[in-house]
């Protein structure tokens, strides 16, 4: 392959790596951490050491905070958190592409109610059709555990919200925003798996696993996708993170043992098709595509 044709495919590859990276660290978190401290302190640990290893990245304290990016940042973060908390949650009982899935139902419609155009509704005809496949309401025969479902669905709304405030903040460095949010993230969550796991989350294993999980599925990701948006259309790059939930999916076959059946499958393609068709046809920046809002700093 030549220089320049590999200098081409480079930010696709970044976005496919960064998916890949959140989603391997995500299956290592549910077979490592979840053991041993649950998912409460799984989320402790991940959203703590993230931002330690963020905050000693970016060194946030170098930028200055007006009084009302602070607060921007305080409600992004404290979204950040919840959403992770409440997806982590969800993962006790349900397979992870799945969950993931589910919680597109977020993104998808603060995407779709920014725009309101006609195209939108064949969108919001796939994600319904999509998600009518997997949610447990009594007339589709889903198996899914309802509590599971919930939690999925909880990580949506904070992920909608994630948008929201972060938009207000957009204005800032990522570095400097996402570090930050980080850390509120952390304040939210440390406390719940503290109450959780107790001392247990200072077991050298845990910390061990707990680092690795921060690195691969933090890091990582964020480094590929800051490059990536250097030199991505915007519809290009929401249209690959939207690969996201399938991505899940296939890892979590691979690395968890979790086979999902062919409606499963099918409701995963509906969702899919339905963030691509909305980041292909967006007029907006990157930040309200379905997939590209969360790209710096969930856990999933």
Same mark, same amino acid.
């Given at each position: 392959? +030549?220089?320049?044709?590999?200098?081409?495919?480079?930010?696709?590859?970044?976005?496919?790596?960064?998916?890949?990276?959140?989603?391997?660290?995500?299956?290592?978190?549910?077979?490592?951490?979840?053991?041993?401290?649950? *998912?409460?302190?799984?989320?402790?640990?991940?959203?703590?050491?993230?931002?330690?290893?963020?905050?000693?990245?970016?060194?946030p304290w170098r930028w200055r905070l007006s009084r009302?990016?602070?607060?921007?940042?305080?409600?992004?973060?404290?979204?950040?958190?919840?959403?992770?908390?409440?997806?982590?949650?969800?993962?006790?009982? &349900?397979?992870?592409? &799945?969950?993931?899935?589910?919680?597109?139902? =977020?993104?998808?419609?603060?995407?779709?109610?920014?725009?309101?155009?006609?195209?939108?509704?064949?969108?919001?005809?796939? #994600?319904?059709?999509?998600?009518?496949?997997? &949610?447990?309401?009594?007339?589709?025969?889903?198996?899914?555990?309802?509590?599971?479902?919930?939690?999925?669905?909880?990580?949506?709304?904070?992920?909608?919200?994630?948008?929201?405030? %972060?938009?207000?903040?957009?204005?800032?460095?990522?570095?400097?925003?996402? +570090?930050?949010?980080?850390?509120? #993230?952390?304040?939210?969550? /440390?406390?719940?798996?503290?109450?959780?796991? =107790?001392?247990?989350?200072? +077991?050298?294993?845990?910390?061990?696993?707990?680092?690795? /999980?921060?690195?691969?599925?933090?890091?990582?990701?964020?480094?590929?996708?800051?490059?990536?948006?250097?030199?991505?259309?915007?519809?290009?790059?929401?249209?690959?993170?939207?690969?996201?939930?399938?991505?899940? *999916?296939?890892?979590?076959? %691979?690395?968890?043992?979790?086979?999902?059946?062919?409606?499963?499958?099918? #409701?995963?393609?509906?969702? /899919?098709?339905?963030?691509?068709?909305?980041?292909?046809? *967006?007029?907006?920046?990157? =930040?309200?595509?379905?997939?590209?809002?969360?790209?710096?700093?969930?856990?999933?």
């Open positions: 392959m +030549s220089a320049s044709r590999l200098q081409r495919f480079t930010p696709f590859l970044a976005v496919l790596g960064s998916v890949t990276a959140l989603g391997v660290g995500t299956s290592w978190a549910k077979q490592l951490l979840f053991p041993a401290v649950g *998912a409460q302190g799984t989320t402790a640990v991940r959203v703590g050491l993230s931002a330690v290893l963020l905050l000693l990245l970016w060194r009302a990016d602070a607060t921007a940042i305080a409600c992004y973060g404290a979204a950040l958190g919840g959403m992770n908390l409440m997806f982590y949650l969800s993962l006790r009982t &349900l397979p992870f592409g &799945l969950a993931v899935a589910i919680e597109f139902a =977020g993104p998808l419609a603060v995407a779709i109610w920014s725009s309101r155009r006609a195209v939108d509704f064949a969108w919001v005809a796939l #994600a319904i059709a999509g998600l009518g496949l997997l &949610l447990p309401l009594g007339l589709n025969g889903s198996t899914l555990d309802p509590v599971g479902v919930l939690h999925a669905l909880a990580a949506a709304v904070f992920w909608a919200l994630y948008i929201v405030f %972060g938009k207000r903040a957009g204005h800032l460095h990522a570095g400097h925003s996402v +570090s930050l949010g980080l850390l509120v #993230a952390a304040l939210v969550v /440390v406390p719940v798996g503290v109450a959780h796991a =107790g001392a247990s989350l200072l +077991s050298p294993s845990v910390l061990l696993a707990g680092l690795l /999980v921060a690195a691969v599925s933090s890091a990582i990701p964020i480094s590929l996708e800051m490059m990536a948006l250097k030199r991505l259309p915007k519809e290009a790059f929401g249209i690959m993170i939207s690969m996201e939930p399938a991505v899940a *999916a296939v890892l979590a076959m %691979g690395l968890l043992g979790e086979h999902l059946s062919p409606a499963q499958w099918l #409701a995963i393609a509906c969702i /899919v098709a339905a963030s691509m068709g909305s980041a292909l046809t *967006a007029g907006r920046p990157v =930040g309200e595509t379905a997939g590209a809002s969360k790209r710096l700093a969930s856990g999933a």
